[in-house]
Antibody
Framework: QVQLQESGPGLVKPSETLSLTCTVS????????WSWIRQPPGKGLEWIGY???????NYNPSLKSRVTISVDTSKNQFSLKLNSVTAADTAVYYC????????????WGQGTLVTVSS | EIVLTQSPGTLSLSPGERATLSCRPS???????LAWYQQKPGQAPRLLIY???SRATGIPDRFSGSGSGTDFTLTVSRLEPEDFAVYYC?????????FGQGTKLEIK
């Protein structure tokens, strides 16, 4: 059974960079697309972007200027960087696996709350 | 981007009843690239339905999806206590992939 686990700081200061890593266990990162999705407290879900294990990416235009997603196949990990954060970036951040052949998500991490505050 | 409008915002029903949730995209979703998720408090969403009508692995057959184009429906045929949660639809036909605002299914 594939498992995903997010890790990274839970508190980031305004204007700084949010950095999270998702570690995949129970399966290989190869052959799949991997996504980041976020959910502000009490609100709905927002797709941030995805990366293919080979390195190609696609980002939400609303965040594209601030987002970088990267992959490290040797560690079975992929990462998210979001720069110039504001309070509006406070959210639970989820990593997820894209179901084979589609861009819906069949495995999710538990999510990690990142708060942007000084 | 495609905006998904879910209705109702809240649905109050009793166990054993039938639930019908609606998702209407602002433009036609190609190839029925429409998914449904269930989310319980403090948990990640769980994929229920993909391709508008295909159940994901391990999902009970009381959950069913239907529809096409700009009108999709999630039906729970006979509600169990564990089905009370928030449900989201998602379109993955056109990037950026977008989610609806959610329907809260609560116990009456």
């Amino acid at each position: 059974q594939v498992q995903l686990q997010e890790s990274g700081p839970g508190l980031v200061k305004p204007s700084e960079t949010l950095s999270l890593t998702c570690t995949v266990s129970g399966g290989s990162i190869s052959g799949y697309y991997w996504s980041w999705i976020r959910q502000p407290p009490g609100k709905g879900l927002e797709w941030i972007g995805y990366i293919y294990y080979g390195g190609s990416t696609n980002y939400n235009p609303s965040l594209k200027s601030r987002v970088t997603i990267s992959v490290d196949t040797s560690k079975n990990q992929f990462s998210l960087k979001l720069n110039s954060v504001t309070a509006a970036d406070t959210a639970v951040y989820y990593c997820a696996r894209d179901q084979k052949g589609s861009t819906c998500y069949d495995f999710w991490g538990q999510g990690t709350l990142v708060t942007v505050s000084s | 981007e495609i905006v998904l409008t879910q209705s109702p915002g809240t649905l109050s029903l009793s166990p054993g009843e039938r639930a019908t949730l609606s998702c209407r995209p602002s433009q036609s979703v190609s190839s029925n690239y429409l998914a449904w998720y269930q989310q319980k408090p403090g948990q990640a969403p769980r994929l229920l339905i993909y391709g508008a009508s295909s159940r994901a692995t391990g999902i009970p057959d009381r959950f069913s999806g239907s529809g096409s184009g700009t009108d999709f429906t999630l039906t729970v045929s006979r509600l169990e206590p564990e089905d009370f949660a928030v449900y989201y639809c998602q379109q993955y036909g056109i990037s950026p992939y977008t989610f609806g605002q959610g329907t809260k299914l609560e116990i009456k």
